[in-house]
């Protein structure tokens, strides 16, 4: 493999999905600043069926990843939400969002555009069924409002800070990941590897769902490598799945629904997303593909052929540098908030807290220690696993808060 290939290939992949990431993630910045959140929970407060198909219409186009969904779905339990509505929207949003719509778009063509969220939109609302008949409204832990906090300050600014810094920072490292392996699947893996499973699509499925359902997967991050596997040989049908399945589910996120909602909820959580993904995966591959614009109009394909060289658009290069850019700028200031000093007075405590991954972890973490009694200010930082509190609280008050929200408390920083 030449150095040279490689960084064709990754530099076709970014100018192929950048326009679409950078759109994305701007009409991700409105929704999050300019739609309500009690707006979401509004509707999701009974348990019929119009509240599982609500909560399954309102996550589809939120750019939230599996872990970032788990605050905001408790959040959205506690305001009075069904859990078959909470079941609906934690299985159906990280599964795809406005972002990730318009990156597969990019690389896949309409065809998995419209498939996705569609198979995402079906999945929730099924799960959310099920759940409202099987699981008791009882079962589970009670977790403390987990919501964002309040924000402040002009609309505009928050929008473009919201798209373009917090949630790069959330997905910028996991992104830039996926491109670097679509790249090197492209130019490392040979053409037939995936051949000899072609007449075993679903043991293609399996092997996806082994690999993909424990790791945490972006949803806009799992889009390259998907695209990247389909030009290697794998089906359509797993490459959905992976899609499906991987960014909807991780460790986890099974450990801490589990312990909010109960046992039989997450077992009917898990496996409505395994068993309607190798649906969806065995039903695109009974599909004409060229009925739905997934084959020769994938633009993995325009964008990866090595057989033909294609110059970039002045457009496409002004986009990639602004998400260069971006992240670059996002991930730099991430790593070194970990090395941040604070200043300690006789009321600053530092714990180690573990399980935040993103902005969505840090407000929910943030928002349930500060309803302490005795916490003046708290600031929690995920890239550091550290939480900052100010005030007279007490360690086991600090503790409660924080499990309650979700995450692992270790004590106090040595």
């Not at 990019?106 to 929730?124: C, D, E, H, K």
Request: net charge neutral.
């Amino acid at each position: 493999m030449a150095v040279g290939d490689f960084l064709w290939a990754l530099l076709a992949v970014v100018n192929a999905m950048s326009p679409y990431l950078l759109l994305g993630f701007l009409i991700a910045g409105v929704l999050h600043v300019f739609v309500p959140k009690r707006f979401y929970a509004k509707y999701l407060s009974r348990s019929n069926k119009l509240s599982v198909l609500w909560a399954a219409l309102l996550g589809v186009p939120l750019p939230l990843c599996s872990c970032g969904v788990i605050p905001t779905a408790v959040g959205l339990k506690n305001e009075g939400a069904s859990k078959g509505a909470v079941a609906s929207f934690l299985i159906a949003t990280p599964q795809t969002g406005i972002d990730s719509i318009l990156a597969i778009f990019s690389l896949m063509g309409l065809g998995f555009a419209i498939v996705r969220p569609v198979a995402a939109l079906i999945t929730g609302v099924c799960g959310g069924f099920l759940v409202n008949r099987f699981v008791k409204d009882n079962e589970g832990d009670y977790i403390a409002d987990t919501t964002c906090k309040v924000e402040s300050g002009n609309r505009i600014w928050r929008v473009f800070k919201y798209a373009y810094f917090d949630m790069i920072q959330d997905i910028g490292l996991r992104l830039t990941i996926g491109l670097l392996v679509a790249a090197l699947i492209n130019v490392a893996v040979p053409d037939e590897f995936f051949l000899s499973f072609g007449k075993q699509p679903l043991l293609q499925m399996l092997v996806i769902l082994v690999v993909a359902v424990p790791m945490y997967i972006c949803s806009t991050g799992s889009i390259p490598v998907a695209a990247a596997l389909m030009m290697k040989g794998l089906s359509p049908g797993a490459a959905l799945v992976m899609l499906m399945a991987g960014p909807a589910v991780n460790i986890a996120s099974i450990l801490v629904v589990r312990k909010s909602m109960g046992s039989r909820f997450t077992w009917i959580y898990l496996l409505t997303i395994v068993g309607f993904s190798i649906l969806f995966g065995l039903l695109i591959n009974a599909l004409d593909i060229h009925a739905i614009g997934m084959s020769d109009e994938c633009g993995m394909h325009s964008a990866c052929c090595n057989s033909e060289v294609v110059s970039p658009s002045v457009f496409q290069i002004i986009c990639s540098s602004l998400l260069v850019l971006f992240i670059i700028i996002a991930l730099s200031m991430k790593f070194f908030s970990k090395f941040k000093k604070q200043k300690e007075t006789a009321d600053t405590v530092v714990y180690t807290v573990e399980g935040m991954h993103c902005n969505h972890c840090k407000n929910a973490c943030e928002q349930s220690v500060g309803k302490v009694k005795g916490v003046d200010s708290c600031e929690a930082t995920p890239a550091a696993n550290t939480l900052i509190v100010t005030g007279t609280a007490s360690e086991s008050d600090i503790r409660a808060a924080v499990e309650q929200a979700g995450f692992d408390f270790k004590g106090i920083k040595d």
